[in-house]
């Protein structure tokens, strides 16, 4: 097994999931976030349009498929991003 096999099996057990599991997820969340990239730059054109697509977006992908996840990479990340965004803050 080579070092990419390796690394694409680990991420998968990880993750607890199999690979259809995965690339679905991954090719619904993508579409959604790229939907949401374009709604966010025509909401920065016109205010009124889009109202609120990106963030309910990322909101909705963080808590359906991050919070709790058995990925504890995706832990770390969360908690190195909080602790971030907590140093900004004071």
Not at 40 to 48: E, T, V, Y
């Amino acid at each position: 097994m080579n070092i990419l096999e390796t690394m694409f099996n680990k991420h998968l057990s990880k993750s607890n999931v199999t690979y259809t599991q995965h690339f679905v997820w991954a090719f619904v969340a993508g579409i959604r976030l790229i939907y949401s990239g374009f709604a966010s730059i025509l909401h920065g054109i016109n205010p009124k349009l889009f109202d609120g697509t990106a963030p309910k977006t990322i909101i909705d992908i963080y808590h359906s498929h991050l919070v709790n996840h058995p990925n504890d990479d995706y832990k770390e990340m969360i908690k190195e991003a909080k602790e971030k965004y907590d140093r900004v803050r004071d």
